[in-house]
């Protein structure tokens, strides 16, 4: 290994197998050995999949409507990181442990990763799924813009360490798939950051139901107003822009970034895309998972 490839790692190790961030791993006892409660709802994704977005909408269901009571704290209070951790700056299991119930889990983590209270104790897990390819492009300037992360290089570059599973949480393909596997499960609702773009309503009101409540007009409506992009952009409680620069620099990349399906279109060459789709194909093969990549 160059000394270049070793820099790449520097801040990473590995988790049963798993690539993920020092800071998380180094208490990684406190994770776990976690003890879900049984009516935690967890919202588990890969990162850059729109977990942001649905972490608001379930808030917003959790608080029946009310939005002012959402505005009062930053997401990442509301729906605490699980296995977040940066020494005392932040620590997901303390939030959720000082939390009241009812509780809103944010995890990135695959399945087998999952701390296993949440499995004996049968909580509702939400799972979004996004596209490889848009995924990719938004966890590209992610890396730019978290200074934990190592200088990603070219798109190009950073597609290749995407593809071999070498970025935080490893392997989209063995993440989704995994995942998929799950939705057999009936606390586990499966859904896509893609069917959220297209009908927005339609999601909502499957959320809402999952969570047993009732999907009235009026909550509805206001749930689809109060995550649009925009009104998310510019809410400092969801924007992460209440996190210090030192953590996150939005001066390189913000958060709410663009929002959209099909931005790959945008990084990808023809070539690239070709070779992605061929990988994609092996990854994938044997699963019934299937992303939509455009509308
Ligand atoms: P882009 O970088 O493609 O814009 P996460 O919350 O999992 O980190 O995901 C972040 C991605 O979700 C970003 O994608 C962000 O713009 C997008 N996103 C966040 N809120 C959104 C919303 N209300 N509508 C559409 N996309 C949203
Ligand atoms: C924030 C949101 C998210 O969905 C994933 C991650 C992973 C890496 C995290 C970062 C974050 C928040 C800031 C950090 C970073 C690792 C170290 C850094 O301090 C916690």
């Known amino acids: 290994m160059d000394s270049s490839q070793s820099d790449y790692f520097e801040n990473f190790g590995r988790v049963h197998g798993v690539l993920l961030y020092k800071p998380f791993i180094k208490y990684w006892d406190d994770v776990e050995t976690f003890q879900a409660r049984e009516d935690d709802v967890v919202i588990a994704t890969y990162p850059k999949s ?51 119930s009812p509780r809103l889990v944010k995890t990135h983590l695959p399945p087998k990763l999952l701390p296993a209270s949440f499995w004996e104790k049968n909580c509702k897990i939400i799972y979004l799924c996004r596209n490889a390819k848009d995924v990719a492009v938004s966890y590209y300037y992610f890396f ?39 939705r057999k499960n009936s606390s586990v609702l499966f859904i896509f950051y893609e069917d959220l773009i297209e009908d927005i309503r339609k999601e909502v009101i499957k959320l809402i139901q999952f969570l047993g409540r009732k999907p009235s007009e009026e909550l ?64 994938m093969k044997g699963s019934t998972l299937k992303l939509r990549t455009e509308i």
Not at 169 to 176: D, L, N
């Open 50 to 100: 729109g977990t942001t977005w649905v972490s608001e909408i379930v808030d917003v269901i959790y608080k029946e409507g009310d939005v002012e009571k959402c505005k009062q704290d930053a997401i990442f209070n509301r729906v605490p990181f699980l296995e977040c951790r940066n020494e005392d700056l932040l620590n997901g299991v303390k939030q959720l442990k000082e939390m009241a």
């Open 144 to 182: 730019k813009m978290v200074p934990v992360h190592p200088n990603p290089g070219s798109f190009p570059e950073f597609v290749e360490k995407f593809m071999d599973g070498l970025v935080p949480y490893g392997s989209w393909y063995e993440h989704a798939k995994s995942w998929w596997e799950k």
């Open 220 to 283: 509805v409506n206001k749930i689809i107003q109060h995550t649009s992009f925009e009104q998310m952009k510019n809410n400092p409680t969801t924007n992460y822009t209440m996190l210090p620069e030192a953590v996150m620099n939005q001066k390189i990349s913000p958060f709410m970034r663009k929002g959209i399906l099909g931005d790959w279109k945008n990084h990808f060459t023809v070539a690239l895309s070709e070779k992605f789709d061929e990988h994609y194909e092996q990854q």
